[in-house]
């Protein structure tokens, strides 16, 4: 888990950048779904932009106003990362927090992926490599299909940054990739009317926002204890809103059209002014994780200066004295339990990683994927081989291949 226990201290962010962010693991010892047990992997960052697992023991992260990406690795399993190597450079730029790059994404292609560059990373036995890619339009957030095709989520907009094809073609959009006014957003009704642009930007009576301006956190649900029908949909967080949207890629002729599955409404809307989700991922369990800031002020400085709209609504409702409460939801579906087994893949061999590849959740075939990949075991390309040209299963031969 990333904590930015930095973030908008104050509305007017002058402590914002101070080395208090950190990477912790939570673990669930009993198996009963919840997690007890927490242990701060690395400790001490400035604004960390992402951690990404990266095989056995480690992450990946990198710092805000840096330019270099780190490998933390806990070498005598204590939970405490004790090695740091440098991974690769020339990957940051400076500028406002929420102008840097943010997340890495391991793809099926084996690819590492971030918002904002417009090149992609490649780990090999020799050393880092790097490629250029288009530009991706994107801001907050990187995730995958079961195709293993690469989709972006822009900021500002509230919409996907890229995702029509593959993004080391190139860029190419559609004029009708987003159906009508799927740029307005529809929250529930909290009263509140803390909108960056004011009056104009503001449904009344309801105080919310008329379109999205804070999206974060994309996930395409790939797992396998929630409805069939959400797997391969679009989901991301509104902070602004307080909404968690949904959308349904609709192919037509190979090109992609995006549409509210819930039209004027949304897939989750709370009353809670202090819901604040900023980020969704498939889970182990086959469910999705929902990381919520839950937190008054999320805009700070300069656009919650004092003397703005925005300041005086923070103000009114005393926003800017509830910090410090995140918290990771478990979307559940009524009569579907979680699948509560553990996974112990770092213990286990390459054959038995081969097996994970036919899991019917995307989230163990992608990390199997990897370790597979990092331990350059060849012994499994006999059964990598079989998997690709006897399985029923698509994605199990999709994932074989790469």
């Known amino acids: 888990l990333l904590e930015l226990r930095g973030y908008e201290q104050?509305?007017?962010?002058?402590?914002?950048?101070?080395?208090?962010?950190?990477?912790?693991?939570?673990?669930?010892?009993?198996?009963d779904g919840t997690f007890e047990h927490h242990t701060v992997f690395v400790d001490h960052l400035l604004f960390p932009r992402f951690a990404m697992p990266f095989g056995a023991d480690a992450i990946l992260t990198s710092e805000t106003n840096r330019d270099e990406v780190w490998k933390y690795t806990d070498t005598n399993k204590d939970g405490v990362a004790d090695k740091k190597e440098l991974f690769t450079t020339g990957f940051g730029r400076g500028g406002s927090m929420e102008a840097q790059p943010s997340n890495l994404m391991w793809a099926m292609d084996n690819w590492l992926y971030s918002t904002v560059n417009s090149f992609r990373l490649r780990w090999t036995p020799a050393g880092v490599i790097r490629e250029a890619t288009g530009p991706s339009s994107s801001q907050w957030g990187v995730t995958q299909d079961n195709n293993g095709k690469v989709w972006f989520q822009h900021g500002a907009s509230g919409l996907p940054g890229y995702f029509q094809f593959p993004i080391h073609y190139g860029n190419f959009a559609t004029s009708d990739q987003f159906e009508p006014d799927l740029e307005m957003v529809w929250p529930a009704p909290h009263m509140i009317g803390d909108v960056q642009a004011g009056m104009p930007g503001t449904r009344w009576p309801d105080g919310t926002v008329v379109y999205g301006t804070g999206a974060a956190g994309n996930a395409i649900y790939r797992g396998h204890r929630l409805p069939q029908d959400l797997v391969g949909d679009y989901l991301h967080g509104e902070v602004v809103a307080r909404s968690v949207r949904r959308l349904r890629p609709v192919r037509t002729e190979g090109l992609t059209q995006l549409r509210n599955v819930y039209p004027r409404r949304e897939f989750i809307r709370s009353l809670d002014p202090l819901f604040r989700p900023v980020g969704l991922s498939n889970a182990p369990d086959g469910t999705i994780y929902i990381a919520d800031m839950y937190r008054g002020v999320i805009e700070g400085a300069p656009w919650a200066k004092e003397g703005t709209y925005l300041w005086e609504k923070?103000?009114?409702?005393?926003?800017?004295?509830?910090?410090?409460?995140g918290r990771v939801w478990r979307l559940t579906y009524e009569g579907m339990t979680p699948d509560r087994t553990k996974p112990r893949m770092l213990q286990?061999?390459?054959?038995?990683?081969?097996?994970?590849?036919?899991?019917?959740?995307?989230?163990?075939?992608d990390?199997?994927?990897?370790?597979?990949?990092?331990?350059?075991?060849?012994?499994?390309?006999?059964?990598?081989?079989?998997l690709v040209r006897?399985?029923?299963?698509?994605?199990a031969r999709f994932h074989a291949l790469w």
């Open 10 to 31: 104050t509305p007017d962010g002058i402590d914002a950048l101070v080395p208090t962010g950190r990477i912790s693991t939570h673990e669930d010892r009993d198996g």
């Open 314 to 325: 923070i103000k009114q409702y005393q926003l800017n004295k509830v910090l410090g409460h």
């Open 348 to 365: 286990e061999t390459a054959a038995q990683l081969v097996q994970h590849l036919s899991h019917a959740n995307g989230w163990w075939r």
């Open 367 to 386: 990390t199997a994927q990897q370790l597979l990949v990092l331990k350059q075991d060849k012994a499994v390309a006999p059964a990598l081989k079989t």
């Open 390 to 395: 006897t399985s029923k299963n698509e994605l």
